[in-house]
């Protein structure tokens, strides 16, 4: 899933093509490989034209459904080495004129388990000479699962009403509040994620049909000194399935030379647990509702990272306009405390995973 | 609760109308930090998307930043 992020601030639409490859491994045996495209072309004085386009390959440890009944005891732990693939593709048109951006576009992927579609929308005002903007965006996505088991239903919506404001505090700082509202109806469990009580019954996980959440968050950015800018980031989530969470991100960026700037990165994540999930061996086959995901439970992650913006010297690409080229690289480590659902479904204690992205900017 | 966010939205937009030059903090040949890539909300805004998809499937929550549109199960 590679999708643009909505201008929040007097940013106008880019005219220019990125090239983009992404990393995910963890100690779960999991793993994303996504290369990826991605275009923004001006067609007019105010109209430009965007889409990407990848191929996302994925491995997962987790288990594949019994091709038999869940009281079966028959389970299989596969898909270690063996690539799924993911085909995402993204179409927008913005008009951009004076202080309004309106983008609308449209969102298709194909897996062999899974279908994607979805719609959406986003508007940005630009007030106060620029010190100030307002944004709305609004996505609706209509997706389907493929699977190898009967489910209640096949289908699984979601819905995103997000609301941003960002306001220049001085020629140093700024700030951004964002508030979203998150609908999902359908089919929300993993249909593989098994509950296997060692014996005594073997059933799938299965969690309510609706969920709708709330998330607000801030980002406060200040310029500590002429090279150094520091970014604060919190943001707080609460949904009708009694989870709530607290996320805290940390950054600091210096540039250490006109062509340089690196940055340092720690994020903490924090999370209660969902007014349905029990110890796994507390479930009974009288249990409506049962979890397995971890996700599902209370547990916390500690994100370190480190990147780097890269304008290669004039000399360097004398072919090309120095100016419009962009290299920008980014590793980020996370590990998340030890849970008993994580030692069931990833055969170790605590998740630790690495998530690496390069991207070559070029503008036109 | 949609009542009292709409009445916030409505009431922010008429504040943010009624003190447009309190909200004139910079002027434009002020902002040549806000340039800088070290000053953008989003720095690496190809991290940013692909740590979305991480988190979303990482962890149970979502939002607080915009850009997601569902589509792959993962949430």
């Known amino acids: 899933m590679l999708l643009p992020v909505w201008p929040v601030r007097a940013d106008k639409p880019r005219d220019g093509m990125s090239y983009l490859f992404s990393y995910y491994g963890d100690n779960g045996n999991n793993r994303v490989i996504a290369p990826a495209v991605f275009l923004s072309k001006k067609l007019t004085d105010t109209y430009y034209l965007g889409t990407t386009a990848g191929v996302d390959a994925i491995t997962s440890a987790t288990k594949k459904a019994p091709t038999t009944t869940p009281a079966s005891d028959e389970e299989d732990e596969g898909g270690e080495g063996e690539f799924s693939f993911r085909v995402p593709l993204s179409l927008w048109l913005t008009y951009d004129r004076d202080n309004d951006t309106l983008t609308g576009g449209g969102y298709y992927s194909y897996e062999k388990t899974y279908t994607g579609k979805s719609l959406f929308a986003a508007y940005t005002r630009r007030l106060n000479l620029n010190n100030t903007a307002v944004g709305i965006s609004y996505s609706h996505s209509f997706d389907n699962w493929v699977p190898d088991r009967q489910l209640p239903t096949d289908q699984r919506s979601e819905r995103t009403l997000d609301l941003n404001v960002s306001q220049l505090l001085s020629p140093r700082m700024s700030i951004l509040f ?13 249909p593989t994620d098994l509950l296997d009580t060692g014996g005594t019954f073997t059933t799938y996980a299965q969690y309510p049909e609706h969920r709708q959440g709330s998330a607000y968050a801030v980002k406060f950015i200040t310029l500590l000194d002429d090279p150094t800018s520091l970014h604060v980031y919190y943001r707080y989530y609460r949904d009708d399935w009694h989870i709530q969470s607290d996320t805290v991100n940390l950054e ?19 999370q209660s647990a969902a007014y349905f999930a029990k110890d796994l061996n507390a479930y009974t086959p009288a249990d409506a509702l049962i979890a397995v995901d971890y996700r599902m439970y209370a547990f916390h992650s500690n994100t370190v990272g480190i990147a780097a913006i890269i ?7 004398s072919r090309f306009d120095a100016d419009k080229v962009k290299l920008k690289l980014s590793a980020d480590v996370f590990s998340t405390s030890s849970h008993p ?4 479904q990833y055969k170790t204690d605590q998740l630790t995973g690495l998530f690496t992205t390069i991207a070559l900017d070029y503008d036109f | 609760m949609k009542k009292l966010l709409l009445s916030i939205v409505l009431l922010a937009l008429i504040g943010l109308a009624g003190c447009t030059e309190k909200l004139v903090r910079v002027q434009p040949y002020e902002m040549e930090y806000f340039a800088q890539d070290k000053m953008l909300f989003v720095p690496l805004d190809s991290r940013a998307v692909f740590e979305m998809h991480i988190f979303s499937i990482r962890e149970a929550s979502a939002g607080g930043l915009s850009g997601f549109q569902g589509g792959c199960g993962c949430r």
Not at chain 1, 178 to 190: E, I
Not at chain 1, 311 to 317: D, T
Not at chain 1, 341 to 344: C, F, G, L, P, V
């Open chain 1, 178 to 190: 964002t508030y979203s509202s998150l609908r999902s109806d359908g089919f929300l469990s993993q």
């Open chain 1, 252 to 270: 600091l960026f210096r540039d250490l030379s006109s062509s340089l700037t690196l940055g340092l990165r720690y994020r903490y994540y924090q």
């Open chain 1, 311 to 317: 304008k290669p010297s004039k000399g360097f690409l």
């Open chain 1, 341 to 344: 659902n994580i030692q069931y």
